[in-house]
């Protein structure tokens, strides 16, 4: 007779399940490169779609063949800078110093939040340096007042050349195209959907019970044993799901364009309206619904083979 297996209900990949305080992502680790340049953008989820490409992978199996993929279409209105904010590394990592805000500031940052506008001195000592940037929904089809406000990291050798590199951007806007380029890859945060309070089939995958088991059979067999006398953290359970701050590695910019006339529908998006701003077409799905804030960055770890599409066709109609 065979060793009798079962494998574990659910992923323990993710744990604690915990839902997102916030709507999109800050972002904690940047990668390190010598360039100056911005490391990250914001931008909105218009929906899903598909687009015939032809593929100009080096050695692939559909080379020089039209094929059709996936694409995501995200809206990316230009970026405000808010502030120069400065950090001191401390024993238990990096503390803020000072900040520097912009002089130019909207005034629909106070909906977001409230803040004394002082600008102080540019510290003699700093261990890092970032950008504070904030988000014009109102520029876009999101029925949002609200601004997002955000960390942005920079690139560089030394830490004089990204302060020089930085002070540039507290008196223009950020568009897409100054940090992103066509065919390049992308780690994508965003906050997937919420799907409210579901029992442990739909949450966890466990199988039905037998009908001879008892009345319920949409649930576990047992919580646990009765020693020791409490509930795993392991054991299933019901619960909330959904709404959680997911990170894609290594997906691939098809698309940089700003020219709207080409993406947008006679009708617009379906649940989402016309598009008034920069757009991006991303290959594959992203997590999140739409119309919710996606943060883009530059991918921490590349993988060496990248694919090369030429977009010869675009299928407008949003999949709902």
Known sequence: MSKWHHPRRGSLQVWPRKRSQKPYSRIHNWVKKEELKLLGFIGYKVGMSHAMVKDNTP????????????????????????????????????KVLSEVFSKNIDKELKRKTKFSKKTTEIPSEFDDVKLVVYTKPSLTSVERKKPEVLEIAAGGKTLKEKLEFLKQFLDKEIKISDVFKNNQLIDVHGVTKGKGFQGTIKRFGVKRLSHKSKKKVRGIGT????????????????????????????????????????????????KYGLIKNDYIFVKGSLPGVRKRPIVLTEAIRPRKRTELFEITNVNLKVKE
């Open 59 to 94: 050695n692939s199996i559909t080379k020089n063949q039209i094929i059709s993929i996936p694409i995501t279409i995200l809206e990316c209105p230009p970026l405000k800078a808010l502030s120069l904010r400065f950090y001191k590394q401390n024993f238990d990592g990096l």
């Open 223 to 270: 919580p646990g044993p009765w020693n020791p006398s409490k509930v795993r953290y392991s054991v299933p359970n019901t619960g909330k799901m959904g709404y959680h701050k997911r990170t894609e590695y290594n997906k691939l910019i098809l698309k940089i364009n700003n020219n709207v006339k080409e993406v947008n529908p006679v009708s617009g998006f379906l």
